[in-house]
T-cell receptor
Framework: SQQGEEDPQALSIQEGENATMNCSYK?????LQWYRQNSGRGLVHLIL?????REKHSGRLRVTLDTSKKSSSLLITASRAADTASYFC????????????FGAGTRLAVHP | GAVVSQHPSWVICKSGTSVKIECRSL??????MFWYRQFPKQSLMLMAT?????????EQGVEKDKFLINHASLTLSTLTVTSAHPEDSSFYIC???????????FGEGSRLTVL
């Protein structure tokens, strides 16, 4: 079953602007991960944040995690047209064979 | 990085036929693989957890007789959509976790169209 909700469902911005996507989940988690998916393709792992971490950076990506609110955000700074894709959060739940449960996703369009 | 390969990448079949999709871990052994399906503009829905040498664990609402999963070796899991119908048309994605642990690796997906 779906674990989380993401907002916005779709986001359209201009190159150079920042894009922020949010994710909420329902149960206790081991870690939360963000993935990117280009249209009709597989998933690319972006970043993982553990349940005892609050913030993590990787290049132009910044992820925050608030376990008290069961939410996470992904910030892409200085966006590029090549960042156009769908972005999903996924949670690895305790005792779940390491399976990942995905959020609904945000479709990001970055216009040149 | 580790590679997971799916085959075929796309398939078109007639209603009532069965279709097999393969998921291979190319450079690592995977005790556990996962099968997801994704409808257009929607998220990935976990269908089942495939365990090498044992029966798959299906998520609630997924028909195990409809979606047969076989994980006969540490590098191969197969998903067979039996008696396919147009509503089974979807994007099927597998993922595998190395036996030694670590992150999940995803295949490129297989697009099934049932006419």
């Amino acid at each position: 079953s779906q674990q989380g909700e993401e907002d916005p469902q779709a986001l359209s911005i201009q190159e150079g602007e920042n894009a922020t996507m949010n994710c909420s989940y329902k149960t206790s988690i081991n870690n939360l991960q963000w993935y990117r998916q280009n249209s009709g393709r597989g998933l690319v792992h972006l970043i993982l944040i553990r349940s005892n971490e609050r913030e993590k950076h990787s290049g132009r990506l910044r992820v925050t995690l608030d376990t008290s609110k069961k939410s996470s955000s992904l910030l892409i700074t200085a966006s590029r047209a090549a960042d156009t894709a769908s972005y999903f959060c996924a949670t690895r739940v305790y005792g779940g064979y390491n399976k990942l449960i995905f959020g609904a996703g945000t479709r990001l369009a970055v216009h040149p | 990085g580790a590679v997971v390969s799916q085959h075929p990448s796309w398939v078109i079949c007639k209603s009532g036929t069965s279709v097999k999709i393969e998921c291979r871990s190319l450079d690592f052994q995977a005790t556990t693989m996962f099968w997801y399906r994704q409808f257009p503009k929607q998220s990935l829905m976990l269908m089942a957890t495939s365990n090498e040498g044992s029966k798959a664990t299906y998520e609630q609402g997924v028909e195990k007789d409809k979606f047969l999963i076989n994980h006969a070796s540490l590098t191969l899991s197969t998903l067979t959509v039996t008696s396919a119908h147009p509503e089974d048309s979807s994007f099927y994605i597998c993922s595998a976790i190395p036996q030694a642990g670590g992150e999940l690796f995803f295949g490129e997906g297989s697009r099934l169209t049932v006419l």
